[in-house]
Protein backbone atom coordinates (compact mmCIF):
# COMPACT_ATOMS: atom_id res chain seq x y z
CA UNK A 1 0.00 0.00 0.00
CA UNK A 2 2.85 2.51 0.71
CA UNK A 3 4.62 1.99 -2.69
CA UNK A 4 1.16 2.25 -3.96
CA UNK A 5 0.99 5.89 -2.62
CA UNK A 6 4.29 6.77 -3.04
CA UNK A 7 4.30 5.53 -7.08
CA UNK A 8 0.84 7.10 -7.54
CA UNK A 9 1.73 10.48 -6.10
CA UNK A 10 4.75 10.24 -7.72
CA UNK A 11 3.66 9.66 -11.02
CA UNK A 12 1.12 12.45 -10.34
CA UNK A 13 3.37 15.22 -9.91
CA UNK A 14 5.79 14.71 -12.39
CA UNK A 15 3.25 14.73 -14.63
CA UNK A 16 2.11 17.94 -13.35
CA UNK A 17 5.86 19.45 -12.77
CA UNK A 18 6.39 18.52 -16.77
CA UNK A 19 3.29 20.06 -17.82
CA UNK A 20 3.70 22.99 -16.00
CA UNK A 21 7.15 23.42 -17.17
CA UNK A 22 6.41 22.85 -20.86
CA UNK A 23 3.49 25.75 -20.24
CA UNK A 24 5.97 27.93 -18.81
CA UNK A 25 8.16 27.49 -21.55
CA UNK A 26 5.92 28.22 -24.09
CA UNK A 27 4.65 31.35 -22.26
CA UNK A 28 7.83 32.56 -21.76
CA UNK A 29 9.06 32.04 -25.34
CA UNK A 30 6.14 34.15 -26.27
CA UNK A 31 6.50 36.96 -23.87
CA UNK A 32 10.57 36.70 -25.07
CA UNK A 33 8.58 37.20 -28.67
CA UNK A 34 6.08 40.02 -27.89
CA UNK A 35 8.90 41.96 -26.10
CA UNK A 36 11.50 41.62 -28.68
CA UNK A 37 8.72 42.99 -31.48
CA UNK A 38 8.18 46.11 -29.14
CA UNK A 39 11.90 46.52 -29.22
CA UNK A 40 12.50 46.74 -32.60
CA UNK A 41 10.14 48.93 -33.36
CA UNK A 42 11.39 51.10 -31.17
CA UNK A 43 14.88 50.76 -33.04
CA UNK A 44 13.60 51.10 -36.56
CA UNK A 45 12.47 54.84 -35.48
CA UNK A 46 16.52 56.21 -35.00
CA UNK A 47 16.87 55.00 -38.93
CA UNK A 48 16.08 58.22 -40.41
CA UNK A 49 17.75 60.51 -37.80
CA UNK A 50 20.99 58.78 -38.23
CA UNK A 51 21.33 59.35 -41.91
CA UNK A 52 22.85 56.20 -43.33
CA UNK A 53 23.27 54.68 -46.52
CA UNK A 54 21.19 52.36 -48.10
CA UNK A 55 24.08 49.96 -49.07
CA UNK A 56 25.71 47.19 -46.86
CA UNK A 57 27.74 49.54 -45.14
CA UNK A 58 24.93 51.91 -43.80
CA UNK A 59 23.43 48.37 -42.73
CA UNK A 60 26.88 47.76 -40.94
CA UNK A 61 26.74 51.21 -39.06
CA UNK A 62 23.45 51.43 -38.16
CA UNK A 63 23.66 47.37 -36.78
CA UNK A 64 25.99 48.87 -34.97
CA UNK A 65 24.59 52.23 -33.41
CA UNK A 66 21.97 49.04 -32.61
CA UNK A 67 24.20 46.48 -30.25
CA UNK A 68 24.83 44.76 -32.93
CA UNK A 69 20.78 43.81 -34.37
CA UNK A 70 20.95 42.38 -37.88
CA UNK A 71 19.96 45.09 -40.45
CA UNK A 72 18.92 44.31 -43.99
CA UNK A 73 18.03 47.25 -46.62
CA UNK A 74 15.32 46.49 -49.40
CA UNK A 75 14.18 48.38 -52.14
CA UNK A 76 10.17 48.65 -52.54
CA UNK A 77 9.73 45.16 -54.46
CA UNK A 78 11.71 43.32 -52.01
CA UNK A 79 15.54 43.40 -53.47
CA UNK A 80 18.34 43.36 -51.30
CA UNK A 81 20.64 46.63 -51.14
CA UNK A 82 22.51 45.85 -47.84
CA UNK A 83 22.58 43.50 -44.84
CA UNK A 84 24.57 44.15 -42.06
CA UNK A 85 25.82 40.23 -41.45
CA UNK A 86 26.86 38.39 -44.38
CA UNK A 87 26.95 38.75 -48.04
CA UNK A 88 25.84 35.43 -48.74
CA UNK A 89 22.56 36.34 -49.01
CA UNK A 90 19.39 35.70 -51.39
CA UNK A 91 19.27 38.72 -53.09
CA UNK A 92 15.33 38.81 -53.07
CA UNK A 93 13.54 38.99 -50.12
CA UNK A 94 10.05 39.57 -51.81
CA UNK A 95 8.96 36.33 -50.68
CA UNK A 96 9.15 36.30 -46.85
CA UNK A 97 6.54 36.90 -44.47
CA UNK A 98 7.45 40.08 -43.01
CA UNK A 99 8.59 41.76 -46.33
CA UNK A 100 5.34 40.65 -47.91
CA UNK A 101 3.19 42.49 -44.93
CA UNK A 102 5.35 45.25 -45.08
CA UNK A 103 5.34 45.66 -49.37
CA UNK A 104 1.52 45.24 -48.35
CA UNK A 105 0.96 47.40 -45.04
CA UNK A 106 3.60 49.00 -44.46
CA UNK A 107 5.01 47.18 -42.18
CA UNK A 108 5.55 43.39 -40.96
CA UNK A 109 7.03 40.75 -38.48
CA UNK A 110 7.95 37.14 -38.22
CA UNK A 111 9.24 34.73 -36.03
CA UNK A 112 10.84 31.97 -37.42
CA UNK A 113 14.41 30.11 -37.64
CA UNK A 114 16.98 31.31 -40.20
CA UNK A 115 18.15 29.74 -43.16
CA UNK A 116 21.19 31.59 -43.11
CA UNK A 117 22.37 31.69 -39.97
CA UNK A 118 20.62 28.52 -38.56
CA UNK A 119 18.74 30.17 -35.47
CA UNK A 120 15.67 31.49 -34.09
CA UNK A 121 14.74 35.04 -35.25
CA UNK A 122 12.62 37.46 -34.70
CA UNK A 123 11.97 39.84 -37.78
CA UNK A 124 10.52 43.31 -38.05
CA UNK A 125 10.30 45.36 -41.67
CA UNK A 126 9.18 48.36 -42.16
CA UNK A 127 9.15 50.72 -45.21
CA UNK A 128 11.37 54.12 -44.47
CA UNK A 129 12.45 56.95 -46.85
CA UNK A 130 11.19 55.20 -50.03
CA UNK A 131 12.70 51.42 -48.99
CA UNK A 132 12.12 48.66 -46.76
CA UNK A 133 14.06 48.72 -43.57
CA UNK A 134 14.34 44.90 -41.67
CA UNK A 135 15.59 44.78 -38.43
CA UNK A 136 16.10 40.81 -37.21
CA UNK A 137 17.68 39.34 -33.51
CA UNK A 138 17.96 36.01 -32.31
CA UNK A 139 15.88 34.14 -29.80
CA UNK A 140 16.32 31.23 -28.19
CA UNK A 141 13.67 28.33 -29.32
CA UNK A 142 10.85 26.70 -27.07
CA UNK A 143 13.51 23.70 -26.93
CA UNK A 144 16.38 25.88 -25.92
CA UNK A 145 14.58 27.51 -23.13
CA UNK A 146 13.05 24.34 -21.92
CA UNK A 147 16.75 23.11 -21.92
CA UNK A 148 17.80 25.90 -19.85
CA UNK A 149 15.59 25.35 -16.95
CA UNK A 150 16.41 21.52 -16.75
CA UNK A 151 18.84 21.64 -13.82
CA UNK A 152 16.44 23.48 -11.71
CA UNK A 153 13.59 21.22 -13.25
CA UNK A 154 15.95 18.11 -11.86
CA UNK A 155 16.04 19.54 -8.11
CA UNK A 156 12.14 19.97 -8.11
CA UNK A 157 11.85 16.79 -9.07
CA UNK A 158 14.19 15.78 -6.23
CA UNK A 159 12.59 17.77 -3.84
CA UNK A 160 8.90 16.18 -4.97
CA UNK A 161 10.19 12.44 -5.01
CA UNK A 162 10.99 13.27 -1.12
CA UNK A 163 8.20 15.02 -0.35
CA UNK A 164 5.91 12.08 -2.14
CA UNK A 165 8.01 9.68 0.22
CA UNK A 166 7.31 11.42 3.28
CA UNK A 167 3.43 11.73 1.90
CA UNK A 168 3.15 8.07 1.40
CA UNK A 169 4.37 6.74 4.64
CA UNK A 170 2.35 9.99 6.38
CA UNK A 171 -0.62 8.98 4.42
CA UNK A 172 -0.55 5.46 5.18
CA UNK A 173 0.23 5.65 8.98
CA UNK A 174 -3.13 7.89 9.12
CA UNK A 175 -4.76 5.86 6.86
CA UNK A 176 -3.97 2.29 7.21
CA UNK A 177 -3.80 2.52 11.43
CA UNK A 178 -7.27 3.09 11.69
CA UNK A 179 -8.32 0.69 9.24
CA UNK A 180 -6.09 -2.19 11.26
CA UNK A 181 -7.83 -0.91 14.17
CA UNK A 182 -11.11 -1.55 12.41
CA UNK A 183 -9.54 -5.68 11.19
CA UNK A 184 -8.71 -5.72 14.85
CA UNK A 185 -12.05 -4.96 16.61
CA UNK A 186 -13.96 -6.62 14.21
CA UNK A 187 -12.11 -10.40 15.33
CA UNK A 188 -12.76 -9.59 18.78
CA UNK A 189 -16.44 -8.04 19.16
CA UNK A 190 -18.51 -4.62 17.68
CA UNK A 191 -16.10 -2.48 15.43
CA UNK A 192 -16.43 1.72 16.20
CA UNK A 193 -14.49 4.53 14.07
CA UNK A 194 -14.52 7.82 15.40
CA UNK A 195 -13.74 8.81 11.52
CA UNK A 196 -16.65 9.43 9.38
CA UNK A 197 -15.57 7.90 6.30
CA UNK A 198 -14.85 4.23 7.88
CA UNK A 199 -17.80 4.12 10.21
CA UNK A 200 -19.83 2.79 7.21
CA UNK A 201 -17.20 -0.05 6.89
CA UNK A 202 -17.25 -0.51 10.60
CA UNK A 203 -21.47 -0.98 10.49
CA UNK A 204 -20.72 -3.56 7.53
CA UNK A 205 -18.32 -5.44 9.87
CA UNK A 206 -20.53 -5.24 12.44
CA UNK A 207 -23.71 -6.32 10.42
CA UNK A 208 -21.31 -9.07 9.36
CA UNK A 209 -20.31 -10.22 12.72
CA UNK A 210 -24.03 -10.35 13.81
CA UNK A 211 -24.61 -12.43 10.69
CA UNK A 212 -22.41 -14.98 11.60
CA UNK A 213 -23.43 -14.83 15.29
CA UNK A 214 -26.44 -16.04 14.27
CA UNK A 215 -25.91 -18.45 12.00
CA UNK A 216 -23.50 -19.84 14.40
CA UNK A 217 -26.42 -20.06 16.80
CA UNK A 218 -29.20 -21.76 14.03
CA UNK A 219 -26.46 -23.75 13.29
CA UNK A 220 -25.85 -24.64 17.58
CA UNK A 221 -29.53 -24.95 17.23
CA UNK A 222 -30.20 -26.94 14.72
CA UNK A 223 -27.98 -29.60 16.56
CA UNK A 224 -29.62 -29.60 19.29
CA UNK A 225 -33.11 -29.93 17.71
CA UNK A 226 -30.90 -33.42 15.93
CA UNK A 227 -29.19 -34.62 19.03
CA UNK A 228 -33.16 -34.10 20.86
CA UNK A 229 -34.84 -35.50 17.57
CA UNK A 230 -32.48 -38.44 17.84
CA UNK A 231 -32.58 -38.87 21.91
CA UNK A 232 -36.62 -38.57 21.53
CA UNK A 233 -36.64 -41.18 18.36
CA UNK A 234 -34.76 -43.83 20.62
CA UNK A 235 -37.22 -42.91 23.23
CA UNK A 236 -39.90 -43.25 21.19
CA UNK A 237 -38.93 -47.06 20.13
CA UNK A 238 -38.16 -48.08 23.33
CA UNK A 239 -41.40 -46.99 24.91
CA UNK A 240 -42.91 -48.64 21.73
CA UNK A 241 -41.44 -51.49 22.28
CA UNK A 242 -42.23 -51.67 26.13
CA UNK A 243 -46.18 -51.16 24.86
CA UNK A 244 -46.38 -53.89 22.94
CA UNK A 245 -44.01 -56.25 24.50
CA UNK A 246 -47.00 -56.89 27.82
CA UNK A 247 -50.08 -57.38 25.26
CA UNK A 248 -47.94 -59.97 23.09
CA UNK A 249 -46.44 -61.49 26.14
CA UNK A 250 -50.13 -62.10 26.87
CA UNK A 251 -50.88 -63.43 23.58
CA UNK A 252 -47.88 -65.79 23.53
CA UNK A 253 -48.30 -67.01 26.39
CA UNK A 254 -51.84 -67.93 26.36
CA UNK A 255 -51.54 -69.29 22.85
CA UNK A 256 -48.72 -71.58 24.40
CA UNK A 257 -50.94 -72.98 27.07
CA UNK A 258 -53.51 -73.84 24.53
CA UNK A 259 -51.01 -75.83 22.34
CA UNK A 260 -49.84 -77.77 25.32
CA UNK A 261 -53.68 -78.84 26.02
CA UNK A 262 -54.86 -79.87 29.84
CA UNK A 263 -56.62 -76.96 29.90
CA UNK A 264 -60.32 -76.51 31.42
CA UNK A 265 -62.89 -75.32 28.95
CA UNK A 266 -63.14 -72.64 32.07
CA UNK A 267 -59.34 -71.79 31.41
CA UNK A 268 -59.40 -71.85 27.81
CA UNK A 269 -62.46 -69.56 27.64
CA UNK A 270 -60.04 -67.39 29.73
CA UNK A 271 -57.13 -67.69 27.81
CA UNK A 272 -59.96 -66.72 23.82
CA UNK A 273 -60.78 -64.24 26.10
CA UNK A 274 -57.43 -62.09 27.39
CA UNK A 275 -55.94 -63.26 23.62
CA UNK A 276 -58.79 -61.55 21.95
CA UNK A 277 -58.52 -57.91 24.17
CA UNK A 278 -54.72 -58.09 24.11
CA UNK A 279 -55.09 -58.66 20.39
CA UNK A 280 -57.24 -55.18 20.04
CA UNK A 281 -55.45 -53.49 22.60
CA UNK A 282 -52.15 -54.06 20.38
CA UNK A 283 -54.24 -53.29 17.36
CA UNK A 284 -55.43 -49.73 19.16
CA UNK A 285 -52.04 -49.04 20.22
CA UNK A 286 -50.46 -49.17 16.53
CA UNK A 287 -53.53 -47.00 15.33
CA UNK A 288 -52.58 -44.73 18.13
CA UNK A 289 -48.89 -44.62 16.62
CA UNK A 290 -49.92 -44.44 13.31
CA UNK A 291 -52.35 -41.27 13.87
CA UNK A 292 -49.47 -39.43 16.02
CA UNK A 293 -46.97 -40.42 12.95
CA UNK A 294 -49.66 -39.30 10.66
CA UNK A 295 -49.14 -35.65 12.19
CA UNK A 296 -46.07 -34.64 11.13
CA UNK A 297 -46.99 -34.92 7.69
CA UNK A 298 -50.03 -33.58 8.12
CA UNK A 299 -50.06 -30.47 5.84
CA UNK A 300 -54.00 -30.46 4.80
CA UNK A 301 -55.47 -26.91 4.47
CA UNK A 302 -57.17 -25.35 7.62
CA UNK A 303 -60.59 -24.19 7.43
CA UNK A 304 -63.24 -22.57 9.69
CA UNK A 305 -65.28 -25.01 12.03
CA UNK A 306 -67.92 -24.15 14.31
CA UNK A 307 -66.16 -25.39 17.36
CA UNK A 308 -68.86 -24.29 19.57
CA UNK A 309 -71.22 -26.89 18.02
CA UNK A 310 -68.15 -29.71 17.99
CA UNK A 311 -68.02 -29.19 21.54
CA UNK A 312 -71.61 -30.41 21.99
CA UNK A 313 -71.91 -32.73 19.99
CA UNK A 314 -68.66 -34.52 21.82
CA UNK A 315 -70.08 -33.86 25.03
CA UNK A 316 -73.22 -35.67 24.24
CA UNK A 317 -71.35 -38.52 23.18
CA UNK A 318 -68.90 -38.78 26.50
CA UNK A 319 -71.73 -38.32 28.64
CA UNK A 320 -72.35 -42.15 28.76
CA UNK A 321 -68.91 -42.55 29.97
CA UNK A 322 -68.98 -39.89 32.75
CA UNK A 323 -72.19 -41.08 34.00
CA UNK A 324 -71.10 -44.73 34.75
CA UNK A 325 -68.98 -43.32 37.34
CA UNK A 326 -71.61 -40.08 38.53
CA UNK A 327 -69.55 -37.73 37.13
CA UNK A 328 -70.90 -34.14 36.68
CA UNK A 329 -69.72 -32.04 33.42
CA UNK A 330 -70.37 -28.60 33.50
CA UNK A 331 -70.60 -26.43 30.10
CA UNK A 332 -69.69 -23.18 29.45
CA UNK A 333 -69.69 -23.01 25.91
CA UNK A 334 -69.79 -19.86 24.02
CA UNK A 335 -72.09 -20.09 21.04
CA UNK A 336 -70.43 -19.86 17.15
CA UNK A 337 -67.03 -19.95 18.38
CA UNK A 338 -65.57 -20.53 14.90
CA UNK A 339 -61.79 -21.66 14.70
CA UNK A 340 -59.44 -22.38 11.64
CA UNK A 341 -58.37 -25.63 11.79
CA UNK A 342 -60.00 -29.01 10.57
CA UNK A 343 -62.89 -31.06 12.51
CA UNK A 344 -60.62 -33.88 12.98
CA UNK A 345 -58.00 -32.15 14.77
CA UNK A 346 -60.64 -30.36 17.04
CA UNK A 347 -61.92 -33.59 17.59
CA UNK A 348 -58.38 -34.93 18.96
CA UNK A 349 -58.05 -32.30 20.96
CA UNK A 350 -61.11 -31.94 22.92
CA UNK A 351 -61.67 -35.69 23.43
CA UNK A 352 -58.53 -36.38 24.59
CA UNK A 353 -58.17 -33.73 26.90
CA UNK A 354 -62.10 -34.77 28.19
CA UNK A 355 -61.73 -38.44 28.00
CA UNK A 356 -58.51 -37.60 30.47
CA UNK A 357 -60.97 -35.52 32.43
CA UNK A 358 -63.14 -38.56 33.02
CA UNK A 359 -60.42 -41.58 32.98
CA UNK A 360 -58.38 -39.72 35.73
CA UNK A 361 -61.72 -38.38 38.01
CA UNK A 362 -63.06 -39.09 41.25
CA UNK A 363 -65.90 -41.25 41.32
CA UNK A 364 -69.16 -38.46 42.15
CA UNK A 365 -66.53 -35.64 40.45
CA UNK A 366 -66.91 -32.86 38.51
CA UNK A 367 -65.35 -31.45 35.00
CA UNK A 368 -66.28 -27.81 34.22
CA UNK A 369 -65.19 -27.17 30.11
CA UNK A 370 -65.45 -23.38 29.09
CA UNK A 371 -64.90 -22.67 25.48
CA UNK A 372 -65.09 -19.37 23.90
CA UNK A 373 -63.31 -17.10 21.42
CA UNK A 374 -60.35 -16.87 23.87
CA UNK A 375 -59.34 -21.02 24.40
CA UNK A 376 -61.00 -23.75 25.89
CA UNK A 377 -60.69 -24.65 29.72
CA UNK A 378 -61.31 -28.00 30.83
CA UNK A 379 -60.90 -28.14 34.74
CA UNK A 380 -61.39 -31.91 36.82
CA UNK A 381 -61.30 -32.25 40.23
CA UNK A 382 -59.84 -35.65 39.77
CA UNK A 383 -56.25 -37.12 41.66
CA UNK A 384 -54.34 -35.06 40.08
CA UNK A 385 -50.41 -34.54 39.26
CA UNK A 386 -47.81 -34.84 40.86
CA UNK A 387 -45.22 -31.81 40.84
CA UNK A 388 -42.24 -34.30 39.63
CA UNK A 389 -44.76 -35.33 36.87
CA UNK A 390 -45.80 -32.21 35.79
CA UNK A 391 -42.83 -31.32 32.63
CA UNK A 392 -44.13 -35.38 31.48
CA UNK A 393 -47.42 -34.84 31.26
CA UNK A 394 -47.10 -33.72 27.65
CA UNK A 395 -44.93 -36.67 26.71
CA UNK A 396 -45.52 -39.27 24.60
CA UNK A 397 -46.22 -42.93 26.51
CA UNK A 398 -46.91 -41.19 30.01
CA UNK A 399 -49.44 -41.69 32.26
CA UNK A 400 -50.31 -40.34 35.59
CA UNK A 401 -51.53 -43.51 36.70
CA UNK A 402 -49.73 -46.19 35.66
CA UNK A 403 -52.68 -48.91 36.96
CA UNK A 404 -55.40 -46.86 34.64
CA UNK A 405 -53.11 -47.52 31.84
CA UNK A 406 -53.71 -51.40 31.15
CA UNK A 407 -57.52 -51.06 33.22
CA UNK A 408 -59.02 -48.11 30.48
CA UNK A 409 -56.89 -48.91 27.19
CA UNK A 410 -54.70 -45.81 27.31
CA UNK A 411 -51.29 -45.63 26.36
CA UNK A 412 -49.98 -41.92 27.09
CA UNK A 413 -50.59 -40.54 23.47
CA UNK A 414 -53.24 -38.50 23.87
CA UNK A 415 -51.76 -35.64 25.08
CA UNK A 416 -48.61 -36.14 23.02
CA UNK A 417 -51.05 -35.81 20.12
CA UNK A 418 -53.46 -32.77 21.32
CA UNK A 419 -49.67 -30.93 22.21
CA UNK A 420 -48.49 -31.30 18.81
CA UNK A 421 -51.51 -30.45 17.11
CA UNK A 422 -51.28 -26.70 19.12
CA UNK A 423 -48.04 -26.47 18.20
CA UNK A 424 -49.09 -26.92 14.22
CA UNK A 425 -51.74 -24.47 14.92
CA UNK A 426 -49.70 -21.94 16.65
CA UNK A 427 -51.61 -22.46 19.75
CA UNK A 428 -50.20 -22.79 23.45
CA UNK A 429 -52.01 -25.45 25.61
CA UNK A 430 -50.86 -25.70 28.86
CA UNK A 431 -51.84 -27.92 32.70
CA UNK A 432 -51.94 -26.74 36.58
CA UNK A 433 -52.82 -29.06 38.97
CA UNK A 434 -53.02 -29.70 42.31
CA UNK A 435 -52.46 -33.83 43.43
CA UNK A 436 -55.21 -35.31 44.71
CA UNK A 437 -57.39 -32.07 44.13
CA UNK A 438 -57.49 -31.92 40.31
CA UNK A 439 -56.28 -30.69 37.07
CA UNK A 440 -57.08 -27.65 34.53
CA UNK A 441 -56.03 -28.03 31.08
CA UNK A 442 -55.73 -24.74 28.83
CA UNK A 443 -55.46 -24.02 25.18
CA UNK A 444 -55.21 -20.47 23.77
CA UNK A 445 -55.92 -19.98 20.52
Known sequence: MKWRILLLSLGITLVCILLFSIGSTQVYYNSSVTETENALKTYINSFEKGGYLRDSTGATDYSADLNGVRVTFMDLQGKVLGDSQTEDISPDHSDREEVKEAILNGEGFAARSSSTLGENMIYYCKSIGGILVRLAVPVPSEWAIFARTLPTLATYIGIDVILCLVLSFVATYFILNPVKTLAKEAASGEVKSK????????????ERNRNIARQMDEIKAEKELVERAQSSKDEFISNVTHEMNTPLTSIRGYAELLESGGMTEEQKDVAYSTILTQSERLSSLIACIINYSKLDSDDLPAYEVDFSALAREMISALKPEADKRNITIIEHIDDNVM?????????????NLVRNAIKYNKDGGSITITLNYHGLTVEDTGIGIAEENMS?????????DKSHGGKNGGFGLGLAVAKKICQKSGWKIGVTSTLGVGSTFTVEF
Open 339 to 351: IMSRHERLTEIFG
Open 195 to 206: YSELKPIAEILN
Open 392 to 400: KVFSRFFTV
